[in-house]
């Protein structure tokens, strides 16, 4: 997930499960060295929540 400040990166294995996540401050680390993800707890948090929105699968509305 991408946003001007930050690119997160989530990586999950064959059962779903969350093994890696990182975070890169943005414009400035242009090559994605350092991953501050560990210092930056609460942008982790937030961004991870958004990403799990944006790729949530829609549940399709009851229709008659």
Do not use: H
């Not at 064959?14 to 060295?33: H, M, N, T």
């Amino acid at each position: 997930l991408r946003t001007p400040d930050w690119l997160y990166r989530r990586r999950r294995d064959s059962s779903g499960q969350v093994i890696a996540e990182s975070l890169f401050r943005k414009p400035e680390d242009v090559c994605d060295v350092f991953d501050v993800a560990s210092m930056q707890t609460d942008v982790v948090e937030r961004l991870s929540a958004r990403l799990t929105e944006l790729v949530r699968p829609s549940v399709p509305q009851n229709q008659p």
